[in-house]
């Protein structure tokens, strides 16, 4: 059963565009909801996380904005750039006292120059 | 401050051997999870310590097991082998019980041959 549906599978912007990535969850227990970056050959890298008592968080050019009632949150990358071609994974935890993270399947980003 | 250490980074295994990896948190991190990363199944939870004790266990065979030393370095051992075994074993340190702010490692890249 999976748990966190992530879309889409792969996403191809310009530079300077917008990404946006979207995760949805099952699972109302959960109550922490992180993104990680991962570069080939590389472990995941915390990007931004957030809380259900809050609709918005932005860090820099990364902005997560989160709908309880509908229980999805999303992933947005504003001024989209080559560096940041990456995959990127949504993760929540907090399902019944484990704080375990659990995965969304990826997204593949590539940002065209 | 030193970030995740994993060793070996690749290992080549035959089918039927054990392994053993080892994961060296951030310095003060006291929660150890490890994670396995397939093409296939994406990011998956196998166990998380705190203070030598196992917290969680993912749903993994009884083959995967692992341990936490008072210093908080970890190991993980996988017995007898199989080829859907390869992949990208991932460690994550963080502070405290809760998991939050989860930090990977490279990790290391198992393939059973």
């Known amino acids: 059963q999976q748990q966190v549906k992530q879309s889409p599978q792969s996403l191809i912007v310009q530079k300077g565009g917008i990404s946006i990535i979207n995760c949805a969850y099952e699972?109302?227990?959960?109550?922490?909801f992180p993104w990680y970056q991962q570069f080939p050959g590389k472990g995941p890298a915390l990007l931004i996380a957030?809380?259900?008592?809050?609709s918005e968080k932005k860090e820099g050019r990364f902005t997560i904005s989160f709908n309880k009632s509908a229980k999805q949150f999303s992933l947005h990358i504003m001024d989209s750039q080559p560096g940041d071609s990456a995959t990127y994974f949504c993760?929540?935890?907090?399902?019944?006292?484990?704080?375990?993270?659990?995965f969304g399947k990826g997204t593949k980003l590539t940002v065209n120059p | 401050k030193a970030g995740v250490t994993q060793t070996p980074r690749y290992l080549i295994k035959t089918r039927g051997q054990q392994v053993t990896l080892s994961c060296s948190p951030i310095?003060?991190?006291?929660?150890v999870s490890w994670y396995q990363q397939t093409p296939g199944q994406g990011l998956q939870f196998l166990f998380e310590?705190?203070?030598?004790?196992?917290?969680n266990k993912g749903n993994f065979p009884g083959r995967f097991s692992g341990r936490q030393f008072s210093n908080s370095r970890s190991e993980m051992n996988v017995s007898t082998l199989e080829l859907g075994d390869s992949a990208l074993y991932l460690c994550?340190?963080?502070?405290?019980?809760?998991?939050?702010?989860?930090?990977f490692g490279q990790g290391t890249r198992l393939t059973v041959v």
């Open positions: 994550a340190s963080s502070l405290s019980v809760l998991g939050l702010r989860a930090f």
């Open positions: 957030i809380r259900p008592d809050v």
């Open positions: 310095s003060g991190h006291r929660s």
């Open positions: 993760a929540a935890s907090g399902q019944g006292g484990s704080e375990k993270l659990v």
């Open positions: 310590y705190f203070s030598e004790t196992q917290r």
């Open positions: 699972n109302t227990a959960f109550d922490y």
